[in-house]
Structure formats: structure tokens, C-alpha cells
């Protein structure tokens, strides 16, 4: 649910959460926040480490926004681990050892998924023009494998959870058409002409609109803090 991706001190309970999730919106409607608040909350519930890998360039020059309600000193951050990568090459690297970890993450985030992929240097590697269709494909079957893996070890007790950001070309993610192999649950964010945000679960994506009563999520990006502005029921 989108409440996820805020305080959950706001929420009675935060509800299920998928194994593999992809959120999706244009350039500077605040992904990278609600990645990091999706960390934080993965992190408090579960008491486990989180890891949140992204581009440290990237990450330097648009630092991700908190909740105002969230304490900087909190021992949470603690939890997540910032892991740095330079290309799609290092996610594989992760994932094909993720089996030898001795305790598994509660998520592994990966901000600006997409963006790892070179074009031109995935088709030098692959020596295909759809290069990079077929790496980003590889490296989600790898994703799959991983969380699949350790949520059987975990079983009940425990679970993990990949999310996996990307720009968005219209309504809908770009490449779609690979996505949806591996991934059946999928958030997108549209700007409401307002300066605000709706971040809503795209169930025409993964085909399940009529199994579950929808919700939205209004937020803004409003002095330097990540602002729930209201959940609505759609």
C-alpha cells in the first residue's frame, strides 16, 4: 500500500508488502525520498539491516528528503546501508552472491534502476542492438532469483523485499514490457498541476484492478521535507 512510503507512525499497521516492486514517476517528483522512507520504515518494523544502492553522484547532488517527523540522530539510519555502484554490472555482482549472505536484508532499494543500464555499452556487451533490453532482463531474473531465495530461507518469520525505481514515459514505466515479467507490483506518481504529487498502486499494470480497493497518496516536496499531505480512497 502507499503508506509504505511514509511515517508509518501515522498508520495503524503498514500491511503486506510484495517481493519485488518497481515505482515509477518523472524526473524530481521526489522517488528518491520515498525510497529512503520505504528504508526507514523496512528498518524500524523489521529491526534488520537495509540496503540502499544507488549512483554516490547522484545521490550527492539530490540528497533524498525526510519527514519532519523523522529524528536525523535516529539510531535506525544505522540499518541502512548505502552501498555505491557504477553500472548494472555491480547489481549482478549483489544479487549472484546473495545466497552466501548469513543474514538476509529486509529490502534491498535501488534507486534509478534504469539508469545503470548504458545503452551502448550494453550492446557492445550482449554485440545485439537490444543490449540493453536483454541486460536489464538477465539482471531481473537474477533480482527474482535472489528474493526468492532468501524469502524461502526466511519463510514466515521474516521477508524480503527488492524496490526498484525508474522513470516513467506517460503513464506508464519505460519498458514496460520487461518489467512486467518479473515485477506484478508497480507504483506510479503523477503531478497534480499543484505542486503536489499523487502516488497511487497501478493495478491496470499488473492486471489485479478489480481484487482490491485502491488508495492515493498526496504529497509535496515542501521545505526541504517529504509531506504527506492526505491518503485518499479511490
Not at 11 to 24: K, N, Q, S, V, W
Not at 87 to 114: Q, R, T
Not at 191 to 214: F, T, V
Request: one cysteine or more; a negative charge; proline letters at 4%.
Amino acid at each position: 500500500m502507499v503508506e509504505q512510503f511514509f511515517p508509518m507512525t501515522q498508520f495503524i499497521e503498514p500491511g503486506p508488502i510484495e517481493p519485488l516492486i518497481l515505482l515509477t514517476g518523472t524526473v524530481g517528483c521526489g522517488k528518491t525520498s520515498l525510497l529512503f522512507q520505504f528504508a526507514i520504515n523496512r528498518a524500524l518494523e523489521s529491526s534488520s539491516e537495509v540496503v540502499f544502492i544507488c549512483n554516490k553522484a547522484k545521490l550527492e547532488s539530490k540528497p533524498p528528503f525526510l519527514s519532519e517527523a523523522i529524528d536525523p540522530s535516529s539510531d535506525v539510519f544505522e540499518r541502512i546501508q548505502i552501498k555505491y555502484i557504477e553500472d548494472y554490472e555491480d547489481i549482478k555482482k549483489y544479487f549472484a552472491a546473495f545466497h552466501l549472505h548469513e543474514k538476509f536484508p529486509s529490502a534491498v532499494i535501488i534507486d534509478d534502476f534504469g539508469g545503470f543500464f548504458n545503452d551502448r555499452c550494453c550492446q557492445q556487451k550482449y554485440g545485439n542492438a537490444r543490449g540493453r533490453d536483454l541486460a536489464m532482463a538477465h539482471t531481473l531474473a537474477l533480482c527474482q532469483d535472489a528474493i526468492s531465495h532468501a524469502n524461502e530461507k526466511l519463510q514466515a518469520h521474516k521477508s524480503c523485499t527488492i524496490l526498484l525505481s525508474d522513470l516513467q514515459q506517460g503513464d506508464t514505466p519505460r519498458l514496460l514490457f520487461i518489467y512486467k515479467r518479473w515485477i506484478k507490483c508497480f507504483f506510479t506518481i503523477e503531478g497534480d498541476g499543484s505542486g503536489s504529487y499523487n502516488l497511487k498502486k497501478n493495478n491496470s499494470i499488473s492486471g489485479s484492478g478489480m481484487e482490491e480497493r485502491s488508495r492515493a497518496a498526496k504529497y509535496s516536496i515542501a521545505l526541504q521535507y517529504l509531506v504527506l499531505e492526505e491518503i485518499i480512497e479511490e
